[in-house]
């Protein structure tokens, strides 16, 4: 089959692999999309540590199911499916406590073993979700993105009538503020230095935009709530600026390992101020696909950009360079080595 590879840190080919066999308890599944994420950046450039080299690359995606292992005796042949990538070890500690998001052996297709930038990826069967009919495959992989800022609502706990501010208006960013506008808010203000973002983030429900995060802030008289989606240190920094007294920081977006902020532990005590974090994915799959399956959440606009496979590495750039906002492979005849290209 043909796939998107990535040998090692910056070195990227497509090329043929070999299918995928589907080993006990898992299903082979034909991709219909697969998104790709800010974290695969990180991944392609070497910089997310439990990454083994080399791997296909891919988490956020929706197919078919067109291979069953042994002892799958619940799923057929056919169905289509959105599929969540979390793989948690079910023994350590933090598994067994029901935080597997934590877990210490964690991993995730797509970022520790091989993923669906390809035209078949062989997934756990219980990762699989079944897909409602009116559903695209593209809208099933924003299912995996979605997820992730359910859980972050779950921790971040908007109450009626607060006024939120989320900094970076990307696929997170944007569902994020989506959820919190949804939750009852008085105000959601959404800020991004890249104004061509912001006409989607305002027809997706936020209040206020800008792309002027201290400006707003100093308009605003402060947050409730002030969630970080861009991963930009500098911004975080800032936008703590904007935590009213008894309101919470919520970290989303994905800083580099090693950067800092300083923050006052004085103004955290005097304040009453609250530092939350949300990785990743924790027993939210199945409300994400509930909410677009009912079309609580209305995310085609965040479908901007759809390529083949052999588009990858373009593809890439194209996120690196923050163009459009969800930029995701659809394995087309493009893809099928017997075909002319
Ligand atoms: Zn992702
Ligand atoms: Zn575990």
Redesign the pocket.
């Known amino acids: 089959m043909r796939a998107a590879v990535i040998d090692k840190p910056n070195e990227i080919h497509v090329g043929i692999v070999p299918d995928p066999e589907p080993r006990p308890g898992e299903v082979v599944v034909q991709v219909g999309a697969c998104g790709i994420c800010g974290s695969d950046l990180n991944i392609a450039a070497g910089l997310f540590p439990p990454t083994p080299f080399p791997i296909v690359p891919g988490h956020e995606f929706a197919g078919q199911i067109v291979a069953l292992g042994a002892e799958v005796d619940w799923l057929s042949v056919g169905e289509r499916v959105a599929v969540d990538p979390s793989l948690?070890?079910?023994?350590?500690e933090?598994?067994r406590i029901g935080r597997?998001n934590l877990?210490?052996?964690?991993g995730a297709i797509g970022d520790t073993v091989d993923g669906a930038c390809a035209e078949y990826v062989s997934v756990p069967a219980v990762n699989c979700y079944r897909l409602p009919d009116h559903l695209t495959y593209q809208q099933g992989a924003l299912v995996e993105p979605l997820s992730c800022a359910v859980h972050a609502l779950d921790i971040l706990r908007p109450r009626v009538a607060e006024r939120a501010l989320v900094v970076g208006a990307g696929t997170m960013g944007l569902l994020t503020a989506q959820l919190i506008a949804l939750s009852g808010t008085a105000s959601v203000t959404v800020v991004d230095r890249n104004s061509s973002r912001l006409p989607l983030a305002a027809e997706l429900g936020a209040h206020v935009v800008d792309t002027d995060l201290a400006g707003a802030i100093a308009q605003s008289g402060g947050y409730d709530m002030v969630v970080d989606a861009s991963g930009a240190p500098g911004a975080m920094q800032a936008a703590m600026d904007g935590v009213r007294k008894g309101g919470r920081f919520m970290v989303v977006g994905v800083a580099p390992p090693e950067a800092t902020l300083s923050v006052s532990p004085f103004r955290i005590y005097n304040q009453e101020l609250t530092i939350l974090g949300s990785m990743a994915v924790l027993n939210s799959y199945s409300r994400a696909l509930e909410l677009l399956a009912e079309g609580t959440v209305y995310a085609d606009p965040l479908l901007t950009h759809s390529v083949s496979i052999d588009g990858y590495p373009d593809a890439l750039e194209t996120v690196r360079r923050g163009e459009g906002v969800k930029v995701q492979i659809v394995p087309d005849a493009r893809d099928r080595p017997e075909s002319p290209s």
């Open positions: 948690y070890c079910g023994h350590c933090w598994c597997g877990c210490d052996n964690w």
